[in-house]
């Protein structure tokens, strides 16, 4: 018997993880996936909170993360760097984005047409192929257990545990009937890096982006609502291309080197984080972060700790 079991193993159900057995309870993480094969594995995984609204306690949690990352950062964790960050918006609004008290230094600045401000700060991004493999050996290294399960229903984790937390993503949908979650699906072109060190991020219908990683650069993107097919769509990969070099011309004749698509669990309504009693226990629900997991994952993992946990 675990005193937790958290299922997902992603970067919310990692996080989470960690910091429960940080408490010191006893860990479980279910996962029918190694985290390679998440969706978590498929994003760019840049400090941004894309599509989600702020509020008190989305801006708690992404303030939090921001400060954890850049720890890791300066600690040397695998994937894990800092990249000044570009946004380009057009538009009236001149007054400062929710999200920038969580973001540190945020500087502003006339833009060029079509954009009328570019904001500027220092982002935390993670390469995921390092960072995921990282974080789950941490979990494993401070006693916590991971098994490659499934499950059909929550009841099959509360009769091995007195607390679950549910962190599956697009699945709670299945295990809990949320009828306001539903994918968004993002698809992503990697090219050579041709030594960007600088992310740019242009606002739009849809959105451009260029995230530099170390070897690569992760170049997006898209955002279709109630779209299930993970297939890659070779005009939507010659789109982005275009866009991004029209952003990047430094990006011009770079080696494609992969195709990426990934269905973020978005909620209307925004993230669900809260406990719930069933009969048979507590499921502490922790699913719907859309496009920003990573972004709110630490901050997200606290509370979801404190909740499974009360002192």
């Known amino acids: 018997m675990a005193d937790v079991i958290v299922l997902g193993g992603g970067i919310i159900g990692l996080t989470a993880a960690v910091r429960l057995r940080e408490r010191g309870a006893t860990v479980a993480l279910w996962s029918p996936d190694d985290p390679a094969a998440t969706t978590s594995a498929i994003a760019a995984a840049v400090w941004y909170p894309a599509g989600i609204d702020g509020g008190s306690r989305v801006l708690a949690w992404a303030t939090a993360t921001y400060a954890e990352f850049r720890r890791q950062a300066v600690a040397g964790v695998p994937g894990v760097m800092l990249r000044a960050t570009r946004n380009l918006e057009h538009g009236p609004d001149t007054a400062p984005p929710w999200w920038a008290p969580a973001a ?18 220092v982002a935390p991004l993670a390469d995921m192929g390092s ?18 399960r499934a499950v059909r229903h929550l009841d099959e984790a509360l009769v091995e545990a007195p607390v679950v937390v549910n962190a599956t993503g ?35 219908d849809p959105g451009t982006y260029v995230h530099p990683r170390a070897d690569d650069v992760v170049l997006g993107g898209t ?14 990969s010659e789109s982005i291309l275009a866009r991004c070099v029209a952003l990047v011309p430094q990006l011009a004749g770079a080696p494609v080197v992969g195709e990426r698509v990934g269905l973020r669990p978005a909620r209307r309504g925004g993230p669900r984080v809260t406990a719930q009693q069933y009969p048979l226990g507590t499921v502490v629900h922790a699913y719907g972060h859309g496009g920003a997991g990573m972004t709110l994952s630490w901050g997200c993992a606290d509370e979801v700790a404190a909740l499974a946990l009360p002192a």
């Not at 995921?132 to 098994?147: D, K, M, N, S, T």
Request: charged letters at 20%; glycine letters at 10%; hydrophobic letters at 45%.
């Open 104 to 121: 540190g230094a945020v500087t502003y600045a006339a833009a060029r047409p079509p954009w009328t401000r570019e904001i500027r700060f």
């Open 131 to 148: 960072y995921l493999p990282w974080l789950r050996q941490r979990f494993v290294a401070a006693g916590g257990r991971v098994v490659r």
């Open 170 to 204: 697009l699945g709670a949908a299945r295990l809990c009937g949320d009828p306001a979650l539903h994918p968004a699906r993002g698809q992503v072109v990697l090219v050579a890096n041709p030594g960007l060190d600088t992310s740019v991020r242009a606002a739009g």
């Open 223 to 236: 955002w279709d609502v109630d779209e299930w097919d993970t297939r890659p769509d070779p005009a939507v």
